[in-house]
């Protein structure tokens, strides 16, 4: 009997395995296509006859549908299936990757990279309530949260070389093409490794909480990305961002009197959450904005070529993994608060680093890549145990959405950070450039730096002043 058991157990935590693999090889694809077509885009616009403007949303599409449904589709995952949803995701982004892939109008490939980010908004929550679901105790489920926030580090770094290589070597739509295997696989194997898992009482969806908090974040990531194309106070930017803040008052008015509503507020307020999630959004912020910013950096001011840049970032991923690996040690050894504070200010000085080495005239071994490791061995400690705080708690009733919450932090802190470091460097650059400086544009880049680790800092403040009084569920690591 005690062989049976064994045997039954040690197939229950391969499958377990198994999943896990599937699902990190799908986030990597999903994050691959985040910035997968930036190295791609004169191609495209040679060959499909893009217009300036219309050339952008090639890349804002994803970034639309992919932060304004999140909320959406992972409240709905809890109710209607979380491997239902990831499947459909992932079915839906495999089809709109082969619309890309043949597209021969600009509109069709915006379109297609606009059905990409809503099967991402499908996919991507409901992985990460599978996996927090598969793995329940508090020392695995870091450990997985490790290996996946490593395999999209990878996926994030990965993209831009992948897509010199491919564009350079064969063609741009290849870079969409290798997508279909992945998606298939996924479709095909996934079903035999993890059962179906939905909030375990009958709901129904709160439709015009489903809109209103759909529309705010739609209206204020586009709104967000209006604003970094071209000011805050155009009316292209402002409007939608004023728009957004209506809409998000009424959700909430709508959430308070709804009998089930989209977003419980009991949840956003649950303390422990809310800090981490109130951190990620000001380390998403100062980590988005430092990889475009030094990316640009590495072309215009050190003049590598698109592919010898993104091969530059290799160590990048690299350090995020080391820093992954050493994260859930250093929870269990130090605690969730301590770890974190921990994280954040080696990020932050990682950060401050990189401004020794940024002028014209410094190498890149000798100065862009010490400050490079060191904020990314930060910057994998922090993701795992960020990614732990903020779905502590989380039940078979709420993982999708808190999953789908963590996602929209993450991106509309990105988005918030770059559309604010880079014209903060922009600024900056452009009035050096006035009075004649021949680095205005290292100085504008240093600027934009010193403000990125204020915020980490200011995130290490936060969880450091607050989250040690914010009670974890039992069974979370000491804060």
């Not at 997968?36 to 004169?42: E, G, Q, R, Y």
């Not at 996926?155 to 295997?181: E, Q, Y």
């Not at 949840?267 to 640009?296: I, P």
């Amino acid at each position: 009997m005690t062989s049976v058991s064994t045997t039954a157990g040690a197939d229950a935590v391969g499958r377990r395995g198994a999943a896990l693999v599937v699902l990190c090889f799908v986030q990597f694809m999903l994050v691959l296509d985040d910035n997968v077509v930036s190295v791609a885009l004169p191609s495209m616009r040679d060959d499909l006859g893009f217009g300036a403007a219309g050339l952008a949303w090639v890349v804002n599409a994803y970034f639309l549908a992919f932060g304004g449904l999140l909320l959406l589709f992972g409240r709905m995952a809890d109710l209607l299936g979380r491997r239902r949803v990831f499947l459909t995701g992932v079915a839906l982004f495999g089809a709109a990757s082969l619309v890309c892939g043949l597209a021969q109008e600009p509109w069709q490939l915006v379109a297609g990279r606009f059905v990409q980010g809503a099967g991402s908004a499908m996919a991507s929550p409901a992985a990460l309530a599978l996996i927090a679901l598969l793995f329940p105790g508090s020392a695995e489920r870091a450990r997985a949260f490790g290996i996946w926030g490593g395999i999209a580090a990878l996926g994030g770094t990965m993209g831009l070389v992948i897509s010199g290589a491919l564009t350079g070597l064969a063609s741009w739509r290849w870079i969409f093409l290798i997508n279909l295997p992945v998606a298939l696989a996924a479709v095909v194997l996934l079903p035999r490794l993890v059962p179906e898992s939905r909030a375990g009482r009958a709901a129904r969806l709160d439709v015009p909480g489903a809109v209103l908090g759909t529309g705010a974040l739609v209206a204020l990531v586009y709104g967000l990305l209006r604003a970094g194309e071209s000011s805050w106070g155009d009316a292209t930017a402002a409007g939608p961002l004023v728009l957004a803040v209506v809409l998000a008052v009424a959700f909430v008015a709508v959430e308070a009197r709804a009998a089930e509503p989209l977003v419980p507020l009991s949840f956003l307020s649950f303390r422990f959450r809310a800090v981490a999630n109130g951190a990620t959004l000001l380390f998403s912020a100062a980590m988005y904005a430092m990889a475009f910013l030094l990316m640009v950096h590495l072309q215009t001011v050190l003049g590598y070529r698109p592919l010898a840049a993104g091969l530059a970032y290799l160590p990048y991923g690299a350090g995020i993994l080391a820093g992954m690996w050493l994260s859930s040690r250093a929870v269990a050894r130090l605690g969730m608060r301590p770890a974190l504070v921990m994280s954040f200010l080696i990020t932050a000085a990682g950060l401050l680093l990189l401004l020794s080495g940024v002028a014209p005239d410094d190498g890149y071994a000798s100065g862009v890549l010490p400050g490079m490791l060191v904020t990314s061995i930060g910057c994998g400690l922090s993701l795992p145990a960020l990614t732990v705080a903020a779905l502590t708690g989380t039940t078979e009733e709420n993982a999708g959405l808190g999953s789908a919450v963590l996602s929209s932090v993450q991106q509309i802190g990105g988005a918030v950070g770059v559309a604010v470091l880079v014209a903060l460097a922009t600024r900056r650059r452009d009035g050096l450039t006035v009075e004649g400086s021949p680095y205005a544009a290292t100085e504008g880049f240093s600027f934009a730096l010193v403000v990125a680790a204020i915020l980490v800092a200011l995130g290490a403040a936060v969880i450091a002043a607050l989250l040690g009084r914010a009670r974890p569920p039992e069974g979370t690591p000491d804060v």
